[in-house]
């Protein structure tokens, strides 16, 4: 299956269920990087959490999203905003004007892109002293809970790698766009969901079982009887988990 179609079955989960990002970031954007003005690519935007925040503080971001059914959530969500602009285009063939953008932007999807077109990409739509900035969550393995949800997503997840897959797929690729001179910066961030809410989530990652499989309900079940050992008389949970931003300029 092609990347682009991963989330297809699982963006009203991801819409639902999917945190955005540590308040530090969206503070450390407005504050050192971002200047008034400036136009933003968000790519691979999926239903725009990262973008929000920007949205809202008046920033013109350009959703850049392959998806239809994700770009579908984030429509829905800034419906008549015009600083959202909705782009449907991949990581790597963009359609933005060349030399257009004071920051290109990736959120939770930098491993997802074919990382020598997104390169030669990212160098035609950054305006020469532009930034680029990549930000996701990362969950904390000193977590006794997420020990044993990495157990269970082994067990029942085809594909499945790391709860922290993302961190561990994009650091090579930040040493590709951006070599070894980049800056970064972690949040201290616990994810608090209701139960339902944390099944959501869980069902939302690319490596899931598929939506109304017998692995599906398999994982659902084990997920429950977790959330019951670790949290038996929680309405919530809350999890150790922080935000992590890089950034610098292109090499």
């Known amino acids: 299956m092609a990347n682009e179609e991963l989330f297809t079955n699982r963006a009203e989960n991801y819409r639902k269920a ?9 503070e450390l954007l407005l504050g050192e990087i971002i200047k008034p003005g400036s136009r933003i690519a ?39 905003n015009p600083h959202f602009i909705s782009i449907a285009a991949a990581a790597e063939a ?7 953008m004071d920051i ?81 910066q972690r949040f201290d961030f616990p994810l608090a969901y209701t139960k339902e809410k944390f099944i959501q989530r869980s069902l939302s990652s690319s490596y899931a079982p598929k939506p109304g499989s017998p692995e599906e309900q398999e994982y659902i079940e084990g997920l429950c009887q977790l959330m019951d050992e670790f949290f038996p008389n929680d309405a919530e949970i809350t999890i150790s988990n922080h935000s992590a931003a890089f950034w610098g300029g292109l090499v």
């Not at 963009?94 to 257009?100: I, V």
Request: with cysteine.
């Open 104 to 184: 290109v932007a990736a959120a939770s999807a930098l491993h997802w892109f074919e990382m020598e077109k997104f390169q030669t990409e990212c160098k035609r739509i950054l305006k020469l002293d532009g930034i680029f900035f990549a930000v996701l969550n990362c969950r904390d393995y000193s977590d006794p809970f997420t020990v044993r949800q990495h157990t269970l997503c082994q067990r029942l997840c085809p594909g499945f790698t790391s709860l922290c897959h993302g961190l561990e797929k994009t650091i090579p690729r930040l040493d590709i766009l951006l070599g070894k001179t980049y800056q970064s």
């Open 18 to 26: 999917r945190p955005g990002y540590a308040e530090g970031v969206t």
């Open 42 to 80: 968000d790519i691979g935007s999926g239903t725009g959490l990262f973008a929000k925040p920007l949205i809202e503080h008046g920033f013109d971001v350009y959703c850049v999203e392959p998806n239809a059914k994700m770009r579908e959530q984030a429509v829905r969500e800034f419906a008549g």
């Open 94 to 100: 963009t359609t933005l004007g060349e030399h257009s």
